[in-house]
């Protein structure tokens, strides 16, 4: 009954402060668009999107892909946008993928309810949240051209919308997949139930230059969404005066009109003594609880809106905001507070942070930083650097810790590369990458330091050891009946990964030396062993290779090992991992020798042995000197008395002949 007598003095209130109005001397408005400056922003949630449209979705039955296009009219600037996105629990496990693209730089901050979610994303996008794995890649600024890449990859889509100036979206995945077939946009689409945006209007007007008493002012929204059958719509409207601290200096008598179809009801809610109302349809208001109250008939032109408000002495038209669908409407105003603020000509403030804080909080966040076993390479679009500083100041020069790691400028960009272990890089048990970036601002003292850090991507490594204790540097070569050593790690973030080795085998080119090393997890070879491993993530093994044979020259060879790994990320999953690698002997000869090392030997001998007995055989045939021709060679003269006689004995002593041979009888 209290409410009810309230209810009545504030409407017979209302009443008698419109029935003392005339519209004697009231200047006309002509409306302007409004910057900033004036103080009055309006904000309202939707379903409708620009265009839009659901289908059944990837070939994949498991997969859910949502496309986002996100349109601001002010391409140039930077804009925070926050993504909410819920499930059941039932749905909670599905796999769902968003592919979102801009046409400006956004800084994207998404929560989830237990949902594991994966965002690709333009590189004007930087994501940011919990539960989710982000991919940055180049996507088309063409909403129907990326729609189109976006079925070819995954075969359907589910759904695609195109929003305008968002500055918060709810997305739902607890709907029933859509019985189209393929995804056709279509203009002014009702994502409804599944998504719902906050807007901050563009479109907003008023009159400042028709102020002729100051003391007064209007605010019209418009609500030109249609009618939803017989169904009743419902709009919540809240208005705020925002001040910095303490309260406004002055409650200016306000007049709100709200102009829908007449199957509206408003739900009036946050309000203040100075506001009056000229409403459509119906509308209930927060304070006097959930009593509906009729409303009046409205004009159904700007010009008419504009006359009703001037007839009601409200000539000054602080905003006027058409609406074309709206579940929720909220229009800020700002007053002033007290005193005016004395300038500040300290180092710049943003948002009531430090200069500093402010760079540290948004370039972490940004992670324009990549990590990998090639180095770190970081990219500053400038940009994205403009923006964030709104014309307050510049970057001129960036760098790593050591200031001899400067970055390069090719007018678009700012690009550093370095090795993992240069520029005062640090690495954090060999994955996380640790080192900071310096900017140096233009006209401002001093320098801007922003640590960063980042996980080098998982990867096993296998590798072999010519000695126990994995202290030397890694090899590729095996020694034949000489122990080998070999490592498998997982390169990992997570503290609690695991790794196993199910199976490990030795294959040679031939296929005939080949060797089953570890099978199930045991040891099959009887050369195979395990060692003491100093993590879960790493498992260490030696083994002996034996071969039938000599190794009279390297031999290539493949060490295979299929690998049960586990993290957090993944879950459970196997790996296969293999490493090039060549045999060599030993420097020790063996004791042995192979048959064919003997049937060369022997051939080797059976040759040499043909070819001497034939080189005696010629020389013999082209030397001897037949019993016949011996007798018809004339007996020798005796030699000039010059000549040496032991030389005459001599030839005397080696010649045997018959005549000689008688004479000497």
Known sequence: MEKMQCLAAFLLATSAAFTRASPVNVPECTLE???????????YTTSRVANGCTSQGPTDPSLEV?????????PSELFSLQINVSASAEKANRRSMFVVSSNAYVHLTVNTEGCHLTFITTTRCMVQGANIETQQTNLSSSSEELLQQTKKDHGGISSFAELENPRQIHFHLDGEPSSNQDCVPEKNFNADPYLEFEV????????????????????????????????????????????????????????????????VTWNIGQMFDSLKFLVSGKYTMKKFGAVQMPGVDLPDSKEGLLAESR????????????????????LKLERVCGRQATPVTEKPQMEGVSLESFMQGLITTWKPWRCLDSGIEITLAKDYLRALFE?????????????????????????????????????????????QLVFSLHLLPGEIMVPFECDLPEKVFLQLYPSPDFGSEPTTVVEVNKATYVQVQFRTTDLRAQLQIEDCSLQTADKTSSQLLIGGGKPLSYSATFLDSPSSTISRFSFVYKSGEEQWAASPATLLCKLHLHSQLHGDHYNETSLEMTFKTSSTP????????????????????????AALWYIYSHTHIPGPMAKMQPVAENPPASESSSTNHSIGSTQSTPCSTSSMA
């Open 33 to 43: 668009p409004l910057t900033k400056d004036h103080g009055v922003k309006v904000f």
């Open 66 to 74: 949502h496309l986002l296009f996100l349109r601001f009219s002010s």
């Open 200 to 263: 901050a209007s563009d479109n907003v007007k008023g009159c400042p230059s028709s102020s002729g008493n100051p003391q007064k002012e209007a605010h019209i929204v418009w609500l030109q969404q249609d009618p939803q059958g017989s169904s009743p719509q419902s709009v919540d409207l809240n208005i705020e005066q925002n001040c910095d601290e303490g309260e406004p200096e002055n409650q200016l008598p306000t007049l709100l009109v709200l102009k829908s179809h007449t199957g």
């Open 311 to 330: 007839s009601k002495e409200f000539a000054f038209v602080a905003s006027y905001t058409e609406i074309t669908s709206a579940k929720s409407i909220t």
């Open 391 to 435: 014309n307050v100041t510049k970057v001129t020069d960036v760098t790593l810790q050591d200031r001899s790691c400067k970055a390069t400028d090719n007018n678009t960009h700012f690009i550093l590369r370095s090795k993992l272990r240069e520029c005062s890089t640090y690495l954090e048990r060999d994955v996380v990458v640790k080192n």
């Open 590 to 613: 063996s004791h042995s020798l192979g048959i064919g090392t003997v049937l060369g030997i022997t051939f080797g001998a059976f040759l040499i042995g043909v070819l001497l007995t």
